[in-house]
């Protein structure tokens, strides 16, 4: 069965300092990976998306990897700020589907 | 930019009501989702549609239907609400043909008392 599971479940970091974000993938045959943010009573929005051939993708501050021969993937916060509070998702897609495999999710709090 | 709404932000209801939940995309995407998000579960996807008319069942559908009669719209019914069921719903969409970053609508979070 395609599992995604994130690490940790949950972080809490003082503003300013850098922090990273796990998630292992059983999804196959693999697709692409996204990592979406979701605000607290908010729905969720991308924030990056990879494909097998790619290893790495910023966006700001934000920047993932990828290894898909471990299957593995990080997202990398740096200089973090109080607005980066949300839940960050981890979500993979197999080839030829459009349904994706949601991983659970990592809560982080940024405290001042 | 892509807008996905839906109709009520939050929403409490009674054991045993008919509940409808709609969704409308602006941005002619194939594919619908509907979600429920519960805490230290993740996102379990209940229904999608590929297109007008079409419907799929997700990993949850016991206890709910949905409806796609316009492209752009994707209604989930609750046909008797009960407790279980009082969530946070998500619904996404998509655009297809191959390009699947969904797009998620703000969430309904529903009470059943």
């Known amino acids: 069965k395609n599992q995604v599971e994130q690490s940790p479940q949950s972080l809490i970091i003082l503003e300013g300092k850098n922090c990273t974000l796990q998630?292992?993938?059983?999804?196959?045959?693999?697709?692409?990976l996204r990592w979406y943010k979701q605000d607290t009573g908010r729905g969720p929005v991308s924030l990056t998306i990879m494909t097998f051939s790619e290893n790495t993708k910023s966006n700001g501050r934000y920047t993932a990897t990828l290894d898909a021969d471990t299957k593995q993937s990080s997202l990398h916060i740096t200089a973090s700020q109080l607005s980066d509070s949300a839940s960050y998702i981890c979500?993979?897609?197999?080839?030829?589907?459009?349904?994706?495999?949601f991983g659970r999710g990592t809560s982080l709090i940024v405290h001042p | 930019d892509v807008k996905v709404t839906q109709s009520s932000r939050y929403l409490v209801k009674r054991t045993g009501e008919k509940v409808f939940l709609e969704c409308v995309q602006d941005m002619d995407h194939e594919n619908m989702f509907w979600y429920r998000q519960d805490p230290g579960l993740g996102l379990r996807l209940i229904y999608f549609?590929?297109?007008?008319?079409?419907?799929e069942k997700g990993d949850i559908p016991e206890g709910y239907s949905v409806s796609r009669e316009k492209k752009e719209r994707f209604s989930l019914i609750l046909e008797s609400a009960s407790t279980n069921q009082t969530s946070m719903y998500l619904c996404?969409?998509?655009?297809?043909?191959?390009?699947?970053?969904?797009?998620f609508g703000p969430g309904t979070r529903l009470t059943v008392l």
């Open positions: 998630c292992n993938y059983t999804v196959s045959p693999f697709s692409n």
């Open positions: 996404a969409s998509s655009p297809g043909q191959g390009r699947d970053t969904q797009y």
């Open positions: 979500v993979v897609t197999t080839g030829g589907s459009y349904i994706p495999t």
């Open positions: 549609s590929y297109d007008v008319k079409m419907k």
